[in-house]
């Protein structure tokens, strides 16, 4: 994406509205990639049979990861955005090499501040819930 | 394990027990960016002219010790409930930042399964210029505790 995507303006957004869907990329190549990067390359999270032997359904996404892609959705949805606090509750495993799916949608407006607060979740491929969370956000 | 709650937090937060100091990595921020599916040039681009940390890029630092010596819970005996990240200013590459940590709070919730203690975690991150740019607060999270009044006795 380039700067000349089209910024969100405070204007352009409307109470409950729905950010676009996103797939975010939770495989293996990508998981030990951000492990690498921030010096957590533990089993745990890169090897699925070794999590399992810990008691685990396999290599799990490391939560700050997940917290990573909900602010990415949030940053995809509103290029030029500034994400002043986002908040995560790491409910349950997300597994490694699954297709999770993210949504948000904006709770809140401030006119004011221009800030809009977004509910976002993490949900498996059953729909359930794995990560939940709230960004707040200056447009 | 029986825990008197105000006694935990008169005795233990707001008191500094740790302190860290790092230079932030460009190749470190950018991976961390583009793993988590960052598409903008201001994150994914060291080029750019306002090339900076994602949001969330605080949260992957530790301090030397999780928890004060002698703090009466250890780490290990919870979980990570979440951590929740304020953003006051970008983190740029080359950047010298000290993170000093804290209990910032302790409190109860009821559960299904029983009491439950959180105990958060607070780092605040500042750069060279001392300019604050970053708070990171981690809930950990232990199952099956009992209150306890203050004054009252315990084992």
């Keep these: 994406m380039s700067d000349s995507a089209p910024v969100r303006t405070f204007a352009d957004v409307e109470f409950g509205e729905e950010l676009p869907a996103f797939t975010p990329d939770v495989t293996m190549p990508t998981v030990r990639r951000f492990t690498d990067a921030a010096h957590m390359s533990w089993a745990r999270f890169n090897d699925h049979e070794e999590a399992r032997k810990q008691g685990l359904p396999g290599a799990i996404v490391p939560g700050i990861m997940s917290q990573g892609i909900l602010a990415a959705m949030v940053n995809n949805w509103a290029p030029g955005c500034r994400i002043v606090k986002i908040d995560t509750i790491f409910r349950a495993a997300l597994v490694v090499d699954s297709a999770p799916k993210c949504t948000g949608v904006v709770t809140d407006m401030d006119e004011e501040a221009r800030r809009v607060e977004i509910d976002l979740t993490i949900a498996n491929e059953a729909g359930e819930t794995r990560v939940l969370g709230t960004a707040v956000v200056e447009l | ?155």
């Excluded at chain 2, 470190?28 to 994914?44: D, H, S, V, Y």
């Excluded at chain 2, 928890?67 to 409930?81: L, N, R, V, Y």
């Excluded at chain 2, 951590?83 to 590459?93: D, F, G, I, L, Q």
């Design chain 2, 1 to 155: 394990m029986d825990i008197d709650i105000q006694e935990l937090k008169d005795g233990w937060c707001g008191r500094q027990f740790d302190e860290v100091s790092f230079e932030l990595d460009v190749r470190e921020m950018l991976e961390f960016a583009i793993a988590c599916g960052e598409t903008q040039p201001r994150f994914t681009d060291p080029e750019h002219p306002d090339f900076q940390a994602v949001p969330s890029y605080a949260s992957r630092f530790h301090g030397r010790r999780a928890m004060p010596e002698d703090f009466p819970i250890k780490s290990h005996q919870g979980f990570d409930a979440g951590k929740c990240v304020e953003v006051h200013a970008p983190m740029r590459p080359g950047d010298k930042i000290v993170a000093r940590s804290e209990i910032h709070d302790i409190y109860t919730k009821t559960g299904r399964s029983g009491d439950m203690l959180f105990i958060v975690h607070r780092m605040r991150f500042t750069n060279q210029d001392d300019e604050l740019v970053s708070i990171v607060d981690w809930r950990l999270v232990q199952n099956r505790v009992s209150r306890r009044a203050p004054g009252e006795g315990g084992p």
